[in-house]
Every structure is written in C-alpha cells, then in structure tokens.
C-alpha cells in the first residue's frame, strides 16, 4: 500500500510537470486575475467536502483457528469534512498548506458466520475527528487563469467521539479503535482564479500509518482482527482568497 501511494505520487507529479511545460508557452496570457492573487505571499479560505471511508482489516492467526466468524472486511460509508485553509506560498510553484477542521465519518465493519447461516453482522463506528493536515502543493504553469496541481502530506486526527472512552459494561461488545491516528495524503486538483477568490474543486487519498485496533482478548471479533488501518477518499471545494 505504501509503495502504492508513492506510485500514485510519482505519476501525478510527472503528468503535473510535462502540462505545466506545455502550459508554460502561454505563461503570461489571459491571466488577468491570476496575476493579482500572485501579489499575495498568503491568504485564507475554507474547504468543504464530502468523503468515504472505511478501514483496512488485516486478520490475525487467530481467525484461521476459529470456527465461528468466517468473512471479515471493513466497508465504506459516507462523511463530510470543513475546513479551514492557511496557505504559504514558497516561490511559483510551491505552497505550505495548514487546513485544521473537522471530518464526521462512519466506518463499518463486517462480520460473517456460519451461525448466522452467512448473514452479514455489521458494526459501526460514529467518528468526529479533529484534523490537523499539513500539506506541500506543487502548481502547474497558469494557462487562461486556471492552474493544476498536486498535494501531499500528513495528517494528523483525534476522534472526540471514539469509543475508546466507552464503560466497562458497554465496550465488552464493541470492537473498539484508538482515538488518536496519522496517515498520508496525496491528491490533484485544478485552481479557477477569479476576480474575488480562488475556487479549486481537489480529490485526495488518505492512508493510516498506524494500527488504531484495541485489541480485546475477551472479544471473538477483537481476537481474528491484527492491525487496522483507517482510508478515506475525499472530494473537496476549496474558496480562497
């Protein structure tokens, strides 16, 4: 998965530099209002999104041995995520981006027995994460005041809502996740320069790093799950200025 998303990097970055060669023989046309924004060394703005998320199940030994639980996967559901966006230009090309916000998501696992005659058991969890991203942005030559680009990152998360803090009594039936986690990101997108702001719509993939499982003895669905990793993919809409 790592090497993966290195791969992903690789060929974003090198679509981005040969369309800003070719975009670079039309450097200074017909961009009247992109010209104004380069005036500024920084400036603010929101972002608003919608995301999907899911986690990344790898089983332990114990799920071979067990006799019960026979499919588990983790499933995507539907989220949105607002932030708010602090951008440092550093030289043309690159920007240092701050974009601390908020993300509500759903994550659900899925658990199948023979018992249940192979009906699906299904467990989510509710998160509202505080996000701290820190992202570097490498633009593409601006072209009838529109510009492409690319970012990558880290992220940092903290789930206020993690179920990690849930009693005794309650948890012994959860399967339960850390509410602290880090992951990476990379992404593309296209800057729309206008008179009063910047509107640029952006995808991005986000890998966990770290294993967020809780790992419970006395919990069958804890005991066949080794490491679990957090994923989203998200959509957003950036207004800046």
């Known amino acids: 998965m790592h090497n993966l998303s290195w791969r992903k990097v690789s060929i974003l970055f090198a679509c981005l530099f040969v369309v800003s060669s070719v975009f670079g023989q039309f450097k200074a046309k017909d961009n009247y209002n992109y010209l104004d924004f380069q005036k500024k060394n920084y400036y603010f703005g929101i ?41 440092l ?63 990558t990152g880290v992220k940092y998360v903290y789930d206020v809502a993690s179920n990690s803090s849930a009693n005794r009594e309650k948890a012994q039936f959860l399967v339960q996740v850390s509410p602290h986690d880090f992951s990476v990101e990379v992404g593309a997108g296209m800057q729309f320069f206008f008179p009063y702001f910047i509107f640029s719509p952006e995808i991005k993939f986000s890998q966990g790093i770290g294993n967020v499982h809780i790992y419970k003895d006395e919990l069958l669905e804890s005991r066949i799950l080794d490491q679990v990793n957090s994923r989203m993919i998200s959509i957003t809409f950036n207004f800046e200025g």
Request: no cysteine; glycine share 6%.
């Open 47 to 87: 972002s608003l999104g919608i995301n999907s998320s899911s986690y990344q199940v790898n089983r332990s030994s114990n799920f071979i041995a067990n006799d019960s639980i026979n499919i588990v996967n983790g499933l995507y559901r539907p989220g949105f995520n607002l932030n708010i966006i602090t951008n």
């Open 89 to 151: 230009k550093i030289g043309e090309y690159f920007d240092f981006r701050f974009l601390p916000g908020f993300s509500f998501t759903e994550r659900r696992f899925e658990f199948t027995s023979v018992e249940s005659g192979n009906v699906p058991n299904f467990k989510s969890i509710e998160s509202v994460f505080v996000e701290l991203p820190f992202l570097l942005r490498f633009k593409s030559e601006p072209y009838r005041d529109k510009r492409l680009f690319v970012v």
